[in-house]
């Protein structure tokens, strides 16, 4: 079936440090991907995605590649701050398939001034 | 702005109670799902609804079932509430005919059952 796995935290960094989340997939199908954060007593909101393979996403200096030939989906920041302190869960969407999302089990990053 | 609205943000039930958790949208989807999310566990995909009155179960779907009336209401029923249902449950929606697009979701509802 379709799987996420990413990378276990916590992670905890210091301010300006770069950051990397680990996130592979396997899917039966040719899926999206997606990374949501969700910040301490909220819901999920969508950070970036990507629909086919080599698209980056980007967004509040985030950036993730679809690398099919991998499966995977590694989000990264070059200088983190303490406002990024979040959950961090990588899903799938595949096409044609059940319409649900599949996520990873989500990282716990914290950033210390 | 878009949005999904949990009707509370936090609940406590006693144990036996048939406890009801809304969800509403503004977005016309025609997709809607509850999920429940616990610490080191993840979200679970609980029950989704592609449709009024349509409904599939998810990964856990044991203990609870669900309503949907109408295209933007999507409820979550939890026929007798059990303290191993204490979780952060999360509604989301997103959009069945345009492919690749993202599911949105809402604030989460905090259940406590004692």
């Known amino acids: 079936g379709d799987s996420v796995t990413q990378m276990e935290g916590p992670v905890t960094l210091s301010e300006e440090a770069f950051l990397t989340i680990n996130c592979t997939y396997t899917a039966t199908g040719y899926p999206s991907l997606f990374w949501y954060v969700q910040y301490p007593g909220e819901g999920l909101q969508l950070l970036l995605k990507?629909?086919?393979?080599?698209d980056k996403g980007s967004n509040k200096g985030f950036e993730a590649t679809y690398r099919k030939e991998t499966t995977s989906f590694h989000l990264e920041k070059g200088s983190v701050q303490v406002s990024d302190s979040a959950v961090y869960f990588c899903?799938?969407?595949?096409?044609?398939?059940?319409?649900?999302?599949?996520f990873g089990k989500g990282t716990k990053l914290t950033v210390n001034p | 702005d878009v949005k999904v609205t949990q009707s509370s943000r936090y609940l406590v039930k006693r144990t036996g109670e048939k406890v009801f958790l809304e969800c509403v949208q503004d977005m016309d989807h025609e997709n809607m799902f509850w999920y429940r999310q616990d610490p080191g566990l993840g979200l679970r995909l609980i029950y989704f609804?592609?449709?009024?009155?349509?409904?599939e179960k998810g990964d856990i779907p044991e203990g609870y079932s669900v309503s949907r009336e109408k295209k933007e209401r999507f409820s979550l029923i939890l026929e007798s509430a059990s303290t191993n249902q204490t979780s952060m449950y999360l509604c989301?929606?997103?959009?069945?005919?345009?492919?690749?697009?993202?599911?949105?979701f809402g604030q989460g509802t905090r259940l406590t059952v004692v």
């Open positions: 609804s592609y449709d009024v009155k349509m409904k």
């Open positions: 990507a629909t086919k393979a080599d």
């Open positions: 899903a799938l969407r595949v096409r044609g398939g059940s319409e649900k999302l599949v």
């Open positions: 989301a929606s997103s959009n069945l005919i345009v492919m690749n697009t993202e599911a949105f």
